[in-house]
């Protein structure tokens, strides 16, 4: 009995170890590539079957969240520190620099970040506080008279949504083109520089729609 719950135990520390192999082998694939990276290339570099990356994640959706979930800390760090900054206007540029900066360096963000998919308890709870702090950063710009007052949450969506193709460019370069649109385009959202819009912004129903025209669902 001895000898076989030792071999049962040492099976599933193989299974735990080549499950973390997996996930860490696809973060830094999903990192080069994005989340279409090969999951053949995945089980390759970490140094196992196909069968075996399956048998632990059924579905590309599925590894997708497990690597997203080691990298959602990150994203809810930066939201809690510019909630946290006393100065709106800062809190709101450092805000977006610190994700942008984030997501050129790692193309699996800007690809999972917005994405509609449902995927495990623990990401979905951290993509509500993200919007929550996201929202505090918004109402105390505008509080302190230093954002657009028109300038809302599905604005911010579709700001961060264009930047993919700049941030990409980035981590392809090892420039920070994108630091300099950004910087071009904040002085835009000054609330002296507005000027009135004739179309609203996104509905909830059109950022959706969006979502899942642009991200899909992955299997």
């Known amino acids: 009995m001895n000898g076989i719950a030792g071999e ?30 090969s999951l053949e290339e995945i089980a390759r570099r970490a140094g196992v079957g ?19 979930e080691r990298r959602i800390g990150d994203f809810v760090a930066i939201a809690e520190t510019a909630a946290a900054e006393p100065d709106a206007w800062f809190a709101f540029t450092g805000f977006l620099e610190a994700m942008l900066r984030l997501q050129s360096e790692d193309r699996m963000l800007k690809d999972v970040l917005w994405r509609s998919a449902p995927g495990a308890e623990r990401v979905e709870s951290a993509r509500v506080r993200l919007r929550d702090l996201f929202e505090q950063v918004l109402e105390r ?44 385009l904040l002085d835009g959202l000054r609330a002296g520089a507005a000027t009135p819009q ?10 959706r729609v969006l979502r899942e025209r642009r991200m899909g669902r992955r299997t």
Do not use: K
């Open 198 to 207: 004739s179309e609203p912004p996104l509905s909830e129903d059109a950022m």
């Open 141 to 184: 710009a505008h509080a302190q008279g230093e954002l657009r007052a028109d300038f809302g949450f599905a604005d911010l969506a579709v700001l961060l949504w264009s930047f993919a193709p700049l941030t990409e460019a980035s981590s392809e370069t090892g420039s920070n083109v994108w630091a300099r649109h950004l910087h071009v």
């Open 50 to 68: 196909i069968g075996t990356l399956y048998r632990h994640f059924a579905t590309r959706d599925a590894l997708i969240e497990a690597v997203f």
């Open 8 to 37: 049962q135990t040492g099976q599933r520390s193989h299974a735990r170890r080549n499950h973390e192999l997996l996930v860490a082998t696809a973060r830094e694939v999903f990192a080069e590539r994005g989340v279409d990276g």
